[in-house]
C-alpha cells in the first residue's frame, strides 16, 4: 500500500500543479485591474524650467539656450588633434612640474617623486556650446560648456624611506563653465596680451584614487569629503569675479603705443661731396624713424651749396625708445631723374637722456655696414639737435587697462602733443552700387586712408593713425568718411561715400580719451566706432 499511495501522490502533484498553471495563464490573460489609468499626456510648452532640465539632462546647450553657439567643428577638431594634444599637455606638465616637485621633496624628507605614466587617454574633451560677449572694448569674451569624461591614467611612484608607493588618477570627470576674456587685443601675433579664466559656477569633479592597487574612494565619506574639498579650493581661487590670469605678450611692446616725442632740429652740412658735373649740389636731408610705417620728414633744398644751413626742426612720435633708432639721410636733389644718396647715419634713441638736448655731429656714410670699405671715403658731415621728452608717467594707462577715469592730470602744462586716431569697425554700411568701404581721415588740411575691405557691409580695419600737433586741438574738428571705390574697370560709379561725421576734438582733449560708435551721416544705419586719445608731453 506505502507504494501504491506514494505513486498517487506523484500523480496527484503533477495534475495539481498543470492544472494550477493553466487557471492562472487565462486569469493573467482575461483579467485586468480596472483602478489602472491612462498615462496623462502633456505637451513639453507646459513644463517648467527645473522639469526640462530633468528630462532633457543631454541635450546640448546650445539646443537649449539660444544664445549658445554651436561648435561642433571645434569639437571636431579636438578629436583630431587629441593625440598630440595628449603628448604635448602631459610633456608640458612634467617640465612644469619638476622644478616644483625637486623644490618640495626635501622639506618632506622624500627619496623621489616621479611619472611612471602620465596620458590623458583617447577620450577629448568636448564642448556643449559657447556663447560670445560682444562689445565696444578690445577684447573678446567666451564662455563655453566643457564636459570631459576621460579615461586618464596617471601613475605617480613616491619613493621614501627605501620604501616605494605608487598612487594611480583613474576614470576622470569634469564639468565646468569657465569665461575666457582675451584682452586686451593688439596687433601682433597671436593678437591678444592676457588671457583670464573664471569660473562662473562650482566645477563637477569626479575622479578614481588608487593607492597600492586599493580604491581609496570606497572609503565611506572620503569619496564626498574630496570632491567637496575640491569644489570650494577650485572656486574659492578662480570663481567670477576672481581670474586666473596668463601674461601672453608685454602690453608695451605688443599694442606698440607711443611714450614719447623726439624733437629733431637739422642745423647744417659741412664739406659735402659735388655731385653736379657743372656745379655744387642740391642737398635736403630726409629724417625716419626705425620701425615706424609713417614717411619720412624732408628739408628744404638748398640748391648749390656744399656746406647748407637749415635750422629746420622735426617732431617724431616714439613707440620703443630702447630698439628705435633715428635715421638720417642726406640726398642731392634732381629736376630730372632719381636723387641720388650722398650720405647717411644712425642715432640710437637709446643714446639719448630723456628732456635733455644733445648737439652731435656725424660723419656720413655710404651705408652701416661697418666691414664696407667705402665707408673710410670723406662724404662731409651733419650736425643735428636731438631731444627725446617721454610722455608723463600718469599719462601712460597702466598695462593699457582701461579706466572709467579720464581726467586731465593735474599739472600739465598747455602744449603739444600727439592725437591717436583708432579706427576699430563700421557696421551697415552699404553703397548703391558697390560696398568696398574704406575709411577718409582729413585733419588740418592733411589726408589719411586705411586698407579697403571689398564687399563687406561691417568692416573691421584696427587701423591707427597719429597726428603730431604743437597746440591742443580745442577748437579742431576731425572729419571722416566711409568711402567704396568700384574694384571693375570703369568709369561708371568709380566712387561713391557711404556716410560721413565731424567730430569735435575739445572733447577728447578734456577727457584724455573716447572710445563712441557715431552714426554716419547721409547713411540709413550706419556706424562707424572710432577711438581717440590725446597725449601731451612733459
Known amino acids: 500500500m506505502g507504494f501504491v499511495s506514494t505513486i498517487l501522490g506523484f500523480c496527484g502533484f503533477g495534475v495539481g500543479v498543470s492544472f494550477g498553471l493553466t487557471i492562472g495563464y487565462y486569469l493573467f490573460i482575461y483579467f485586468q485591474p480596472c483602478d489602472v489609468k491612462d498615462p496623462v499626456i502633456r505637451p513639453l510648452v507646459e513644463r517648467d524650467t527645473k522639469s526640462l532640465q530633468q528630462l532633457l539632462s543631454e541635450i546640448p546647450l546650445w539646443v537649449k539656450c539660444p544664445d549658445y553657439d554651436r561648435v561642433d567643428w571645434l569639437n571636431k577638431f579636438i578629436e583630431y588633434m587629441w593625440p598630440y594634444l595628449d603628448k604635448a599637455i602631459c610633456r ?48 573678446l569674451i567666451m564662455e563655453p560648456s566643457v564636459k570631459w569624461a576621460g579615461n586618464p591614467n596617471v601613475t605617480v611612484a613616491v619613493k ?13 570627470q569634469v564639468f565646468a563653465a569657465p569665461r575666457i576674456t582675451l584682452k586686451p587685443l593688439v596687433p601682433s601675433f597671436p593678437c591678444f596680451a592676457n588671457i583670464s579664466v573664471s569660473l562662473m559656477e562650482k566645477p563637477h569633479v569626479d575622479f578614481g584614487l588608487k593607492l597600492l592597487g586599493a580604491d581609496l574612494m570606497s572609503i565611506p565619506g572620503l ?13 574659492n581661487m578662480y570663481l567670477w569675479p576672481k581670474t586666473l590670469d596668463v601674461q601672453i605678450l608685454d602690453p608695451s611692446k605688443a599694442m606698440k603705443r607711443p611714450v614719447g616725442i623726439l624733437h629733431v632740429k637739422i642745423l647744417r652740412a659741412m664739406k659735402l661731396r ?12 630726409k629724417v625716419k624713424l626705425t620701425e615706424s610705417k609713417l614717411p619720412s620728414k624732408k628739408t628744404t633744398v638748398k640748391h648749390k651749396n656744399l656746406n647748407p644751413e637749415w635750422d629746420e626742426e622735426f617732431n617724431m612720435v616714439v613707440k620703443d625708445p630702447e630698439s628705435q633708432a633715428l635715421e638720417l639721410s642726406v640726398y642731392d636733389w634732381e629736376q630730372i631723374g632719381k636723387h641720388e644718396k650722398m650720405g647717411m647715419n644712425v642715432i640710437p634713441l637709446k643714446d639719448l637722456t630723456p628732456d635733455e638736448s644733445k648737439t652731435m655731429t656725424l660723419d656720413l656714410l655710404k651705408n652701416m655696414d661697418s666691414n664696407d670699405t667705402q665707408n673710410d671715403k670723406d662724404r662731409g658731415q651733419i650736425m643735428v639737435e636731438l631731444t627725446y621728452k617721454p610722455f608723463k608717467e600718469d599719462e601712460l594707462p597702466k598695462e593699457f587697462e582701461e579706466s572709467d577715469s579720464h581726467k586731465v592730470p593735474e599739472g600739465t602744462p598747455p602744449g603739444g602733443g600727439v592725437l591717436m586716431i583708432m579706427v576699430h569697425e563700421a557696421q551697415d554700411v552699404e553703397g548703391k552700387h558697390h560696398t568696398n568701404p574704406y575709411v577718409r581721415l582729413i585733419f588740418k588740411g592733411e589726408e589719411r586712408k586705411t586698407k579697403q575691405v571689398k564687399k563687406n557691409r561691417d568692416p573691421r580695419w584696427e ?50 580719451r573716447i572710445n563712441e560708435k557715431y552714426h ?14 590725446w597725449r601731451t608731453a612733459s
Not at 478 to 501: A, D, F, N
Open 92 to 139: 608640458t606638465a612634467k617640465d612644469i612640474a619638476a622644478p616644483i616637485i625637486a623644490e618640495q621633496i626635501p622639506k618632506f624628507k622624500i627619496d623621489s617623486v616621479e611619472f611612471e605614466t602620465l596620458t590623458l587617454g583617447s577620450l577629448p574633451p568636448t564642448f556643449q556650446g559657447m556663447k560670445v560677449y560682444v562689445t565696444d572694448e578690445k577684447e
Open 160 to 172: 621614501a624611506f627605501g620604501l616605494k608607493a605608487t598612487v594611480q588618477v583613474v576614470d576622470l
Open 223 to 235: 569619496y564626498r569629503f574630496v570632491q567637496e574639498t575640491i569644489k570650494d579650493q577650485v572656486a
Open 274 to 285: 659735388k655731385k653736379d658735373i657743372l656745379g655744387a649740389s642740391d642737398p635736403y636731408v
Open 463 to 512: 587701423e591707427e593713425f597719429t597726428f603730431v600737433l604743437e597746440e591742443a586741438p580745442v577748437n579742431d574738428r576731425l572729419h571722416m568718411e566711409v568711402v567704396s571705390t568700384s574694384t571693375r574697370i570703369g568709369l561708371l560709379h568709380p566712387k561713391e561715400v557711404l556716410g560721413y561725421v565731424d567730430i569735435n576734438l575739445s572733447d577728447v582733449v578734456s577727457n584724455k
Open 520 to 533: 554716419l551721416i547721409d547713411s540709413k544705419n550706419g556706424r562707424l566706432q572710432v577711438e581717440l586719445q
